[in-house]
Nanobody
Framework: VQLQASGGGLVQAGGSLRLSCAAS?????????TGWFRQGPGKEREFVAA????????WYADSVKGRFTISRDNAKSTQYLQMNNLKPEDTAVYYC??????????????????WGQGTLVTVSS
């Protein structure tokens, strides 16, 4: 299984970026909850957002609620993270991940099985 994240870059505060994460090698992408995490400089990795298998439900960390939107396209085995009104504190390496089949904790950032390589987002002030 491979998860290929893309879309990171340098942006000014207040700007927007859209991250993508394409999955390959999963027999059925649509049965896995998916999510995004990030690790800022000198910080531990933290949960950012998760989305249900159908895409009908989403959950967010308080720090990004109202600014970030997670979505997915099961036909393309791809998930997205639209990030608006970016702040310098959003600077981090962003990782996409898929939860193990049948996970009941993915919406809280738990039970993730496969991880992407990370894409760097830098927000300048």
């Amino acid at each position: 299984v491979q998860l290929q994240a893309s879309g990171g870059g340098l942006v000014q505060a207040g700007g927007s970026l859209r991250l993508s994460c394409a999955a390959s090698g999963l027999s059925r992408f649509s049965v896995h909850g998916t999510g995004w995490f990030r690790q800022g400089p000198g910080k531990e990795r933290e949960f950012v957002a998760a989305i249900s298998t159908s895409g009908s439900s989403a959950w967010y960390a308080d720090s990004v609620k109202g600014r970030f939107t997670i979505s997915r396209d099961n036909a393309k085995s791809t998930q997205y993270l639209q990030m608006n009104n970016l702040k310098p504190e959003d600077t981090a390496v962003y990782y996409c991940a898929t939860a193990r089949y049948g996970s009941r904790g993915y919406w809280r950032g738990l039970e993730y099985e496969y991880w992407g390589q990370g894409t760097l987002v830098t927000v300048s002030s």
